[in-house]
C-alpha cells in the first residue's frame, strides 16, 4: 500500500504496520486495564501487610469499611503473635464496639478474643451481647468463652436451634424461597408490601439454611410476627460445640446429644466434635461431685 508523506514523497506501508498502528491504542487500554485490576486488588487485599501510620489510617476510614476490616485483621494477627505494639489501638478497637456498622461490630467481637488478658475487651464484649444484630451476640459468646466466661452461654446454645426472623413492618409476604435454601448473611428472603404500597425488604441477618417457612407466600403478616426459621451453618455449630465444651452444663447434653444420634442430620464431624463436647462437660459434672 502507498502512503504520501508531507513532504511529497511516497513510501510503502505493509498491512502489518497498519495493523500494528490500530492495535497501539487497544493495547494500551489492555495494560491499563490490567495494571488497574491489579492495583484494586493490592490495595483491599486483606493479605496486605500494613504499616502502623496505615493501621491508624485505616481504622479511622469508616467511609471505607474493607478499610477498617483490614486494619483490624493485622491488628489480630499481631496480637496472635504476642506483638506488643497492638495495645496502641485498644481504645480505637472498644470505640468500633459502638459502632453502628453492623460490620464492624462484629468484626471487633470476634478479634476481642484473642486478647484474653484485657479487662477491656472483657467488658466490652459482655456488652456486645446485648446487640441488636444476632451475628454479634454469637461473634461475643464465643469470643466470652476465650476469657473462661459462660455469660454467653445462652446464646451459644441458641446457635444449635433455629433463629426465628420476624417480619419488620406490617403487610403481605412475598418469598419464593423454599425450606432447605442455602442463604448468605444479607441475603434477600423476601419483600413485605405494605398497605401504603411500600417495599420492605426481608434480608438474611445469619449465614445458613432456611429451616421451615412458618407463614405462606402472600399471607397477611404483623410486625413482630415470625416468618421463618434458620438453622446455623456447619462452621457456627462446631465453633459453638467447642465453645460449649468449656462452658456446657449437664442441661446442655440433650440439645448437644441431639447431634450425635441422628436426631439432626449432620457431617460426621459434627458428630465427633458434639460427642468430645459431651464428654467434656460429663466429665467436669463427674469431677465436681
Known amino acids: ?6 513532504n511529497g514523497d511516497r513510501r510503502i506501508v505493509t498491512p502489518a504496520v497498519k495493523r500494528v498502528r490500530a492495535s497501539g491504542p487497544i493495547l ?6 490490567v495494571v488497574a485490576s491489579f492495583l484494586t486488588w493490592y490495595f483491599t487485599w486483606f493479605g496486605r501487610d500494613l504499616s502502623d ?3 491508624s489510617k485505616f481504622l479511622l476510614d469508616e467511609k471505607h469499611p474493607r478499610h477498617v476490616q ?12 504476642g506483638d506488643p505494639t497492638a495495645k496502641q489501638w485498644y481504645p480505637r478497637i472498644i470505640n468500633l464496639a459502638g459502632s453502628p456498622e453492623t460490620e464492624f461490630r462484629l468484626t471487633v467481637a470476634w478479634l476481642m478474643g484473642a486478647d484474653n488478658h484485657s479487662d ?5 464484649l459482655k456488652g456486645l451481647l446485648a446487640d441488636s444484630e444476632a451475628i454479634v451476640r454469637r461473634n461475643a459468646a464465643l469470643a466470652l468463652v476465650r476469657f473462661n466466661d459462660a455469660s454467653g452461654r445462652g446464646e451459644l446454645l441458641g446457635m444449635l436451634q433455629p433463629f426465628t426472623l420476624t417480619a419488620p413492618a406490617d403487610g403481605a409476604l412475598q418469598s419464593s424461597l423454599s425450606s432447605g ?4 448473611r444479607g441475603a434477600l428472603l423476601g419483600r413485605i ?3 401504603s404500597n411500600e417495599v420492605i425488604e426481608l434480608r438474611s441477618p445469619l ?3 432456611l429451616d421451615r417457612l412458618l407463614v405462606a407466600n402472600g399471607s397477611r403478616l404483623a410486625k413482630g410476627q415470625p416468618v421463618l426459621t434458620i438453622k446455623s451453618d456447619e462452621q457456627s455449630v462446631w465453633e459453638t460445640l467447642r465453645a460449649l465444651s468449656v462452658v456446657g452444663q449437664p442441661e446442655d447434653l440433650s440439645l448437644i446429644e441431639s447431634y450425635i444420634n441422628g436426631a439432626e442430620p449432620v457431617s460426621e464431624r459434627l458428630k465427633q466434635q458434639a460427642t468430645l463436647t459431651a464428654n467434656a462437660i460429663k466429665q467436669r459434672a463427674s469431677d465436681k461431685k
Open 1 to 6: 500500500m502507498i502512503e504520501n508523506l508531507d
Open 28 to 33: 494500551i487500554l489492555a495494560i491499563l486495564f
Open 53 to 55: 501510620s496505615d493501621i
Open 70 to 81: 483490614h486494619a483490624l485483621l493485622q491488628i489480630q494477627q499481631r496480637i496472635e503473635r
Open 120 to 124: 477491656e475487651f472483657h467488658n466490652s
Open 181 to 184: 435454601a442455602q442463604i448468605s
Open 193 to 195: 408490601l405494605q398497605p
Open 207 to 209: 449465614i445458613g439454611k
